[in-house]
């Protein structure tokens, strides 16, 4: 059985940083992304990390911030947040058992998603 469980996000100053967590039970080796969606938004993509964590992608509002990373031993998938702006705020979602790395923006890629947990930048 697939559960995908975030943590880590909480209240942050503008300029702080957060470290998310993605807990993977059930997946192994698969394409994990991190999505947003901010208050009145769409969810957006971004980051992903391919099955070996070689191959990472991020979007242009956050690339040289964020860092996803996963660990396999734990079945973790982490995403640190530095250099955080109001901007970030949202609640952001793990998604699993990603198809395609080259289609990792694209929510359809996934098959599997976490409940979420809300990040609050403070300006």
């Known amino acids: 059985q697939v559960q995908l469980v975030e943590s880590g996000g909480g209240p942050v100053q503008a300029g702080g940083s957060l470290r998310l967590s993605c807990a993977c039970a059930?997946?192994?080796?698969?394409?994990i992304g991190w999505f947003r969606r901010a208050p009145g938004q769409e969810r957006e993509f971004v980051a992903s990390?391919?099955?070996?964590?070689?191959?990472?992608y991020y979007s242009d509002s956050v690339k040289g911030r964020f860092t996803i990373s996963r660990d396999d031993a734990e079945n973790t998938v982490s995403l640190q947040m530095n250099s955080l702006k109001p901007d970030d705020t949202g609640v952001y979602y793990c998604?699993?058992?990603?198809?395609?790395?080259?289609?990792?923006?694209?929510?359809?890629?996934?098959?599997?998603w976490g409940q979420g947990t809300q990040v609050t930048v403070a300006s």
């Open positions: 998604a699993g058992d990603g198809h395609y790395l080259d289609h990792s923006v694209y929510i359809g890629n996934y098959d599997f």
């Open positions: 990390i391919s099955t070996n964590g070689r191959a990472t």
């Open positions: 059930g997946l192994r080796d698969d394409i």
